[in-house]
């Protein structure tokens, strides 16, 4: 299968890369110029990478951005433009957030060598290194990445309601591309599956944030964490035996520690996840329900197992803002969730107007970019000092 890449650049410096470095029959560039037309195109098409030379085509970085997080693929994205047009650390921080995988951020004036170092993964080594709908990372260098450094956590801050004070943060996973960009969360759990390796990922990234939370003094002492988990996790008999052993090991008590697993990852139908959860909560865990959607039937069929919190999914926020009836359905999720005996988490309060509706709705929790972006932990903790 060709690979397919868009390339958003009104001055044909990179289209004219392409035709004196680039004649692999494998590749497939589709050149647009203007930002109307760019978003056309990626409604209509699906693509593997996505090269934007913002300077000249017009289309801010972080619109694209906005965009490409709503796609329902993953592509690679090489941004290039004036470090004077945009803050490129602020795009950098707003992409990850996404989990966006940014594969390379290049400043104009645009060198060629820049441009073929960061593209010559998709030139030369194909074979192994794809983003998209393929693996980023062979399955060495993945591992190796593993057993490593390659995993970082960053941490997005939670905010209580009552209070008013952040009271945690959601740790997310990152990784260092080759190219020397990052990638996001989504890419590395979808590269993690691919490979089978969705176990150790999950005990690597719950060792890195337990390592992290257990040094953690002062203000930051009693703050709590969520750890994301999958279906693969729940199923491994073990896991909540390695997960409370982990726990032990840096000395992090269970109850500031909030597990997550997403509702539509989760099979109710199966016992050994749910003796999992049973076990895990038993010793103290905190346990979520992520990206809660339209899952009544999950909560009710799960009463002998109680979640303590629902995280409802960011595009119900959105919606409520504009539709009534998405305000009568997250409305009612809320409602549910209390009548359940569980706290409610909002995603996605990007705005004074997101967070003034999770006020009146009475929801608990509020997380997203208003709050706070994922950071880096020394970020984090000054956030909170």
Not at 228 to 244: G, H, I, K, M, P
Not at 327 to 354: F, P, Q, R, Y
Request: proline share 2%.
């Amino acid at each position: 299968m060709s690979t397919r890449i868009l390339v958003i650049d009104a001055s044909h410096t990179i289209q004219d890369m392409f035709a004196a470095h680039f004649r692999s029959v494998d590749m497939i560039a589709a050149y647009v110029s203007e930002r109307e037309r760019a978003f056309e195109v990626l409604e209509a098409e699906r693509y593997d990478y996505i090269i934007c030379d913002s300077e000249t085509s017009g289309l801010k970085a972080l619109d694209l951005i906005g965009v490409i997080a709503m796609l329902p693929y993953d592509p690679g994205l090489i941004l290039i433009g004036s470090a004077l047009e945009e803050d490129f650390p602020h795009v950098q921080a707003t992409a990850l957030a996404h989990s966006i995988n940014l594969l390379a951020v290049l400043e104009r004036p645009l060198s060629e060598m820049a441009f073929l170092t960061a593209f010559k993964d998709i030139a030369h080594v194909r074979a192994n290194r794809l983003v998209g709908s393929e693996t980023v990372l062979a399955e060495s260098e993945f591992m190796r990445g593993l057993m490593t450094d390659g995993l970082a956590a960053v941490f997005q801050p939670k905010k209580d309601m009552k209070s008013g004070k952040i009271i945690g943060a959601e740790c997310f996973a990152r990784w260092q591309a080759p190219s020397g960009g990052l990638l996001g969360a989504s890419a590395i759990v979808k590269l993690a599956r691919e490979q089978g390796h969705m176990d150790l990922l999950a005990y690597r990234m719950i060792e890195l944030a337990f390592k992290i939370k257990g040094r953690w003094s002062g203000a930051a002492k009693d703050t709590k964490i969520w750890v994301n988990v999958s279906s693969e996790n729940l199923r491994n008999t073990d896991f909540a035996d390695v997960v409370s052993g982990l726990a032990d090991q840096y000395t992090v008590n269970t109850n500031e520690v909030t597990l997550e697993v997403t509702e539509s990852d989760l099979d109710i139908d199966q016992k050994t996840p749910l003796e999992t959860l049973r076990l895990l909560k038993e010793r103290g865990f905190k346990l979520a329900l992520d990206d809660f959607g339209a899952g009544y039937a999950v909560l009710l069929e799960m009463e002998d197992i109680p979640f303590d919190e629902v995280v409802i999914d960011r595009k119900f926020l959105a919606r409520a803002l504009k539709d009534a009836s998405a305000h009568t359905i997250l409305e009612s999720a809320i409602s549910l969730a209390h009548k359940l005996d569980m706290a409610c988490t909002l995603e996605g309060v990007e705005s004074n107007d997101h967070l003034q509706l999770v006020n009146i709705l009475g929801a608990d929790y509020a997380q997203g970019f208003l709050i706070g972006k994922p950071m880096a932990e020394e970020d984090f903790l000054s956030s909170i000092a």
